[in-house]
């Protein structure tokens, strides 16, 4: 064997070595973004358990909620104000933050499409509530919005949801008797 074929030879196999070096980089490319992606989403349930958890053990923060949405805003004292204000506001930002995990392509579709019904649901009331969509990203309000423009009669298609109007407060049903 002469040096010219051993040189090819060699330079065949470092090619070979890199193209396997190449590929195995990116499955764990890949793979980094799979785990990634996974504590993304265990964060965000995480996140919205939390509030939840939140709201339930709190007696008086439910009983605001429930207040509000039986007796309208308009019911509530300042302070119940300030703290369903403070709640909702909250609430946005949590939904503004699922919005960029979307864009960034950590959300997906049908989360998605759930968390920006129930935004569009809850917008009405962070109206009420004197919310400025101005202090939150504009491409998160712009899709909030567009959502509730494709709404028919402004509740979302193949739900029951209850839309407050100017006399009547909160995105719930009554209570049955």
Known sequence: MTS?????????????GVLIGLV??????????DVSESEAYRNRGTEIQEAFKELALSADLA????????QGIDSLTRVEFVRWSAWNRAAI???QMQFHDYQLGYLDAFAYQAMLRKAAMAYLRWQ?????????DPRFIRAVEAERAAWPDGAPPNQSVYVPTATQGGNR???RE
């Open 63 to 70: 009983a605001i909620a429930a207040k509000a949405d039986d």
């Open 173 to 175: 049903p009554p209570p």
């Open 4 to 16: 010219d074929t051993l040189s090819r030879w060699l330079t065949l196999a470092a090619n070979i």
């Open 128 to 136: 009420e509530l004197g919310i400025d969509p101005e202090d939150f």
């Open 24 to 33: 195995l980089l990116i499955i764990e490319a890949r793979h980094a973004i």
């Open 93 to 95: 930002l949590r939904m």
